[in-house]
């Protein structure tokens, strides 16, 4: 699903599972991001957007099923890795999504929840989500 077309924003995509994805981590040369890929397909060219969160990247999918065009006919969402790694010899950032098909989070989360921390987490100062602060027991 979702992976048999040209992917623009990336260098490589690969499906895998969830224990096969890389932990985070950040060297001089490589960062490896833990978080959710959302899967995007319809009229528009197949598309794969990552996202450390999952309240963004539910949100979006969601939203743009919402298209009423047939714009975006499916969308999924994962948990998935994003692996930046420099290359010396083409003097440029390769990125490589891996997408762990076996995690499909559409199934398994409260979507109405999501948008609600989704929407407790934006600001109209910041284009990044800042999840409200855990309550205090």
Same mark, same amino acid.
């Given at each position: 699903?979702?992976?048999?077309?040209?992917?623009?924003? *990336?260098?490589? /995509?690969?499906?895998?599972? #969830?224990?096969? /994805?890389?932990?985070?981590?950040? +060297?001089?040369?490589?960062?490896v991001t833990r978080g959710y890929?959302?899967?995007?397909?319809?009229? @528009?060219?197949?598309?794969?957007?990552?996202?450390?969160?999952?309240?963004?990247? *539910?949100?979006?999918?969601?939203?743009?099923?919402?298209?009423?065009?047939?714009?975006?006919?499916? *969308?999924?969402? *994962?948990?998935?890795?994003?692996?930046?790694?420099?290359?010396?010899?083409? #003097?440029?950032?390769?990125?490589?999504? /891996? @997408?762990?098909?076996? +995690?499909?989070?559409?199934?398994?989360?409260?979507?109405?929840d999501l948008i609600a921390r989704?929407?407790?987490? +934006?600001?109209?100062?910041?284009?990044?989500?800042?999840p409200p602060p855990r309550k205090? #027991?």
């Amino acid at each position: 699903m979702f992976m048999d077309g040209p992917h623009p924003n *990336y260098d490589h /995509l690969h499906p895998t599972t #969830a224990g096969r /994805l890389p932990r985070s981590r950040r +060297t001089e040369g490589r960062v490896v991001t833990r978080g959710y890929a959302v899967g995007l397909a319809g009229q @528009v060219p197949q598309t794969w957007v990552f996202f450390d969160r999952i309240e963004p990247a *539910y949100a979006f999918g969601r939203a743009g099923r919402m298209a009423p065009a047939g714009d975006i006919t499916s *969308y999924g969402v *994962y948990e998935a890795a994003c692996d930046i790694r420099w290359d010396q010899d083409e #003097a440029r950032d390769i990125r490589t999504l /891996l @997408v762990a098909m076996d +995690t499909s989070q559409r199934e398994v989360v409260d979507g109405q929840d999501l948008i609600a921390r989704w929407a407790r987490g +934006t600001s109209p100062r910041s284009s990044y989500f800042q999840p409200p602060p855990r309550k205090q #027991a």
